[in-house]
């Protein structure tokens, strides 16, 4: 877990004792250092080009430019979605016991919610044994996309839960777009959702992320919609804080 | 800066290099920048510099010494005990995040993907550095 690669990709302690485990951790290093350096001086070396060369470039190369720029943010969004994919799990977390209703009204509080989207809890939430980090991160994921697709005049985004015998259900809904039924099971997938945006806030990347916390906490999501009559994300955490 | 001593740059990359000397250039800093390649130079330069910098703006993915092994090597050796050491890096993980903190550094910034938000980024340094009281 601790191996860090000595500076370039591939140089690494001769008496190092390598696993797959440390082999899949120096992987995600890689991704994370190794494949942004590069992108980051792409990214800024274009840019002095169009500073210092505005005057002469002409329409089309400055378009091109833009465009190079574009992709660059892509790829920067991508690698950040599969370096953050694969850590998920591996960085060790004590479970401990969280408020929710602290959790999530702190988040609202921080998050920019347009005027004319509500966003409140159904009632009190529980004081659950969990993962506070990785929790935080699903209850962010649905809420922010719930504010993001929001296309009502009067937007609601409501938090609810469940207790049932051995976990926890808890619900985030919207009276948004709704999503196709055809979409419910590929919007948890990395790759589909990795696909087509070019604004960086691709819905499925926290979905993916949810979808993976969600599991490697033994728990589950997924989603009740009908296009145009809003949508339900669920998900369940178990009630055992000691699993994982 | 709260002084005109230099700024020490570890740095093996040499755009990131040039991107830093160029926003400190944009936003009217006037300490000199060194810069240095890797941490086993960055200890021989604070163990032979005849001044010591400001601040020193640290990369941690770098060959033959890393930004962590330079750490553990200078705070061993005592060299940056009246020195702000602030991590200037692209890794998001939480080990080198936790290292760092234990190794004292005075901040953990992750270099921004565009110029622009890197002056930004080199600004709020500069200002913090200004504000706040620095050793002799």
């Known amino acids: 877990m601790n191996f860090k690669p000595e500076g370039t990709v591939g140089v690494k302690p001769m008496e190092y004792q390598e696993t797959t485990e440390d082999e899949f951790e120096s992987f995600s290093y890689i991704i994370s250092h190794d494949l942004k350096s590069p992108l980051r001086a792409i990214q800024i070396l274009t840019d002095w080009i169009v500073r210092e060369n505005a005057d002469r470039l002409t329409e089309s190369g400055k378009e091109h430019l833009v465009l ?28 401990e016991s969280v408020d929710l209703n602290q959790m999530i009204d702190y988040h609202i509080l921080v998050t920019p919610v347009p005027d004319h989207i509500q966003c409140i809890k159904k009632k009190p939430l529980p004081v659950v044994r969990c993962k506070r980090a990785l929790v935080t991160e699903v209850f962010q994921h649905l809420i922010d996309n719930a504010i993001r697709y929001m296309d009502k005049p009067e937007g609601r985004v409501e938090i609810d839960f469940s207790e049932e015998k051995d976990f926890w259900r808890f619900s985030v809904s ?15 997938k990395i790759f589909a959702s990795l696909h087509g945006r070019d604004d960086g806030q691709s819905r499925g990347v926290g979905l993916t992320l949810s979808k993976r916390i969600a599991e490697l906490s033994g728990g589950r999501i997924w989603l009740e919609s009908r ?15 000691n699993r994982n | 800066m709260k002084n005109n001593k230099p700024i020490l740059l570890v740095e093996d990359d040499s755009v990131d290099a040039m991107t830093v ?9 006037l300490n000199r920048l060194d810069v240095v390649k890797n941490g086993e130079e960055a200890i021989e330069y604070l163990e032979n510099g005849k001044e010591s910098p400001c601040v020193i703006l640290l990369d941690i993915n770098m060959p033959r010494m890393n930004g962590i092994e330079f750490l553990k090597a200078a705070r061993a050796q005592s060299l ?9 890096t692209t890794s998001k993980d939480d080990q080198d995040i936790i290292d760092s903190f234990k190794l004292c550094v005075a901040g953990y910034i992750l270099k921004p993907v565009t110029y622009t938000e890197f002056i930004e980024t080199v600004r709020t340094i500069n200002l913090y550095w200004t504000l706040s009281e620095l050793p002799h």
């Open chain 1, 68 to 95: 190079l720029q574009d992709r660059v943010k892509r790829m920067d969004h991508i690698i950040d979605a599969v370096s953050r994919y694969s850590r998920i799990g591996r960085v060790k977390i004590e479970p």
């Open chain 1, 227 to 241: 296009k145009g009559e809003g949508c339900t994300f669920f998900f369940t955490l178990p009630k055992d804080e």
């Open chain 2, 21 to 29: 000397r160029r926003a400190l250039k944009d936003i009217h800093v």
């Open chain 2, 80 to 88: 940056v005990e009246r020195i702000p050491v602030v991590v200037l």
């Open chain 1, 174 to 188: 919207d009276n948004g777009p709704g999503i196709d039924e055809k979409y419910h099971r590929q919007i948890f």
